[in-house]
């Protein structure tokens, strides 16, 4: 089963507009991590946003901000007032904190395989 | 600023050519990471390291080894290239903690021609 799914592979967006991206996860691991990045064609990840599973309010930085609602699995990206700059890939990952410790299979972040995010004038 | 560094942004190689790619991080960091990344598949893990000398595999080990002989340096070696490995290869370092991301690499566009 997919751990991070991202339903939406490209999106539309006027400038100025609000943009929510969609991410749900899948983990029975308390205590995780939920990251989002950005990737403009140059081809860099470059890190937005970060929500822990015990936090109660929900992240903002700047424009970002993170829609947390535990019970449904679900950590939607939201960037208000859209810029032309804001064209890139989005990527949603996971890290949990059980999987790290338990000696077994890959450590760290899981991805989602991304939205494709566009802007227009 | 914290950085980590992909010795090369574009290569270009032979098939069957041995491949390094290095990567270099100056923020102490335990872990680091190699990924490469294909339109329509995501990221995909190629292998990780969580201490010097040690490795793990990934999700696609098959056709790549690695080195980490310093703490600040993960290179990835392809022993024999193949036009099927042409990808983007991110490396990544983090600490230990559900709550650290990773630091990215600016990444290395590789052709195998």
């Known amino acids: 089963a997919q751990k991070i799914t991202q339903t939406q592979p490209g999106m539309f967006v006027q400038e100025k507009e609000a943009v929510t991206l969609d991410c749900t996860y899948d983990?029975?691991?308390?205590?995780?991590?939920l990251f989002w990045y950005k990737q403009p064609s140059s081809g860099e990840m470059i890190f937005l946003i970060y929500q822990g599973s015990y936090d109660q309010q929900n992240a903002t930085e700047g424009r970002y901000s993170l829609n947390f609602q535990k019970a449904r699995k679900s950590a939607n990206l939201v960037i208000s007032a859209s810029q032309l700059g804001d064209s890139a890939m989005y990527f949603c990952?996971?890290?949990?904190?059980?999987?790290?410790?338990?000696?077994?299979?890959?450590?760290?972040?899981?991805f989602g395989k991304g939205t494709h995010l566009i802007i227009q004038p | 600023d914290v950085k980590v560094t992909q010795s090369s942004r574009y290569l270009v190689k032979r098939t069957g050519e041995k491949v390094f790619l290095e990567c270099v991080q100056d923020m102490d960091h335990e872990n680091m990471f190699w990924y490469r990344q294909d339109p329509g598949l995501g990221l995909r893990l190629i292998y990780f390291?969580?201490?010097?000398?040690?490795?793990e595999k990934g999700d696609i080990p098959e056709g790549y080894s690695v080195s980490r002989e310093k703490k600040e340096r993960f290179s990835l070696i392809l022993e024999s290239a193949s036009t099927n490995q042409t990808s983007m290869y991110l490396c990544?370092?983090?600490?230990?903690?559900?709550?650290?991301?990773?630091?990215f690499g600016s990444g290395t566009r590789l052709t195998v021609v």
């Open positions: 983990t029975s691991d308390p205590s995780y991590g």
């Open positions: 390291s969580y201490d010097v000398k040690m490795k």
């Open positions: 990544a370092s983090s600490s230990l903690g559900a709550n650290y991301g990773y630091t």
């Open positions: 990952a996971m890290r949990e904190a059980f999987t790290m410790y338990s000696g077994g299979g890959a450590d760290g972040l899981t």
